[in-house]
């Protein structure tokens, strides 16, 4: 071709209109019911997962739990260790196009801090969060705090940056608008609660150059729109997965795992490999178990492998027991309350009328539309009953679960007395991030849960130089729990997820992850 003619012929194909590019859609199934937004308010598995979809933080954690810059470029410690002055990185955007500001997130940082248990434990030691410079957070301390980078970068309860109009907003009611800045924004048009919740990917947002691990590294979103597909019954979700209706279904049951396995269109892996713990929690302010020797008896009695054989089937391979307050396999994770949880039913009894049990009904909220934990409630209303105490199984799906497990009030007034839920390793880690052994009483998790010797210790082990003084702390902590009965552990497992083969780039971690997901 001459010169000439190639040069008209480029002319002509630059003033043709460029062709549309193909939506690339990743169509996932969570595995409940997102109703809860707002991940500060909120303390929900899905609520977090949602989190990590829309909003960012100013630090990260890796797959060590090493704290990580995330939105921050770099922090400065003053000499006397009682100023931190954390940079955020240039060219950071909100979905609604404004630039993020150290004020967005110092206002955004004091919210967390009255809100989120991690953020209360350091809002004791933070006199004030303000901004320096429009680029620059400053965070004063009442006394060195060196575990700061660590606690901003929890990744279990991150401190999601929100616009300052919206950060304003009074912690015990939940912000009225999603905008984030986050690698996906939220479409509040499309989103139906108990049917499907919409992202589209954010064009303006700026990852980091590091690879991704865990929530650190760069957050690359790889699909142009991510839809959330609530299907509450598992059988139905897995059957959508096979004929290719979804991409990516976040759990599959035990008992379904093996006919997926023997699929070559499809993946079987997991999220968060460090596992999930499933738990008991007493609304600690009605009775009867406001009363702690009465929770000790549900704690005797209670057999794990009863609770994790429905995840396990036949074969615990991969399942196993753990009679600690920490995660088994963690630091912090021992025996501890071997004597404790013996699974023995007389003695449980006996505890139960040295406890002076006088048959008060006890109202077990069950999950409808989340496995494992609708097994475990009716596991649990069963031993109760065997107990001999006067059990109300209430069975309604996560969403109403979230709402009603709020409510302080007596169970004859919409109240509740039991809740079965889990948690992954990360938020339950150490004393710091442990909400469900915490004791801040109305302040903390729902349960509602006191002791101000726990809350001393935790602030201590925050404080402490060496692993072998938290160590040791940690130890104290845990004996008053077993002795105090916050919580029952219902042992580990890990939670199987399952994709289509075309479906490349899954990250582990303590929640869904979207970025890095490619669809080819």
């Given at each position: ?144 705090l060196p575990t700061l980078a660590y ?79 609530v299907i509450p019954d598992r059988a ?273 971690g303590p929640a869904v992850l979207p ?6």
């Open positions: 071709m001459h010169r000439r003619a190639f040069l008209a012929s480029a002319a002509a194909l630059a003033a043709r209109p460029a062709l549309a590019q193909p939506t690339t859609t990743l169509r996932f199934v969570p595995n409940s019911n997102l109703t809860l937004l707002d991940p500060i308010w909120s303390t929900a598995y899905v609520s977090l997962c949602h989190g990590y979809t829309v909003f960012d933080a100013p630090f990260a954690a890796d797959a060590k739990q090493s704290p990580t810059l995330q939105m921050a470029e770099s922090y400065d410690v003053s000499p006397d260790g009682r100023t931190w002055q954390i940079r955020l990185r240039e060219g950071l955007r909100f979905h609604n196009g404004e630039p993020v500001r150290a004020i967005d997130a110092a206002t955004s940082l004091t919210r967390w801090a009255a809100r989120q248990s991690t953020g209360q434990v350091l809002g004791a030691f933070v006199e004030s969060w303000s901004a320096a410079d429009d680029r620059t957070i400053k965070v004063a301390l009442k006394q060195p606690m901003l970068g929890n990744s279990a309860f991150p401190p999601f940056i929100m616009p300052e109009h919206l950060a304003k907003t009074d912690p015990s009611k939940q912000v009225a608008e999603m905008i984030g800045s986050g690698p996906f924004r939220f479409k509040a048009s499309e989103y139906v609660t108990g049917s499907r919740v919409v992202y589209e990917k954010f064009r303006e947002y700026l990852p980091r150059s590091e690879a991704p691990e865990w929530t650190a590294g760069g957050k690359i979103a790889r699909v142009d729109r991510l839809e959330w597909h139905t979700s897995v059957a959508a997965l096979q004929q290719g209706e979804v991409d990516w279904i976040e759990a599959v049951p035990g008992d379904l795992q093996s006919l997926l396995k023997t699929r070559k269109d499809i993946t079987l892996d997991t999220i968060d490999p460090t596992g999930w713990t499933g738990f008991i929690r007493f609304n600690a302010l009605q009775k009867p178990f406001d009363n702690e020797a009465i929770r000790r008896a549900v704690l005797m009695a209670v057999n794990q492998e009863d609770y994790v054989r429905v995840v396990a089937g036949d074969s615990l391979d991969g399942t196993f027991l753990c009679k600690s307050m920490f995660p088994c396999g963690t630091p912090y994770g021992t025996s501890a309350g071997a004597d404790a949880m013996r699974a023995d039913l007389t003695a449980a009894k006996q505890l139960l009328r040295d406890g002076g049990y006088a048959g008060e009904r006890v109202v077990i909220l069950q999950p409808s539309d989340l496995p494992p934990y609708g097994d475990y409630a009716a596991i649990t209303a069963d031993l109760l009953k065997r107990l001999g105490m006067n059990v109300d199984l209430v069975s309604s799906d996560w969403g109403t679960i979230t709402q009603r497990r709020a409510k302080m009030e007596p169970v004859e007034q919409g109240g509740w007395s039991i809740f079965i839920s889990g948690v992954n390793s990360p938020g339950v880690l150490n004393p710091a991030v442990n909400f469900l052994v915490r004791g801040l009483g109305k302040r903390g998790y729902f349960g509602w849960y006191e002791n101000p010797e726990i809350e001393r210790l935790a602030s201590e082990w925050l404080q402490s130089g060496t692993e072998a003084d938290r160590t040791r702390l940690a130890g104290m902590i845990e004996q008053i729990a077993f002795r105090t009965v916050p919580f029952v552990p219902l042992g580990q497992y890990p939670v199987r997820t399952a994709y289509r083969s075309n479906i490349k780039g899954l990250l582990h970025w890095n997901i490619a669809k080819t």
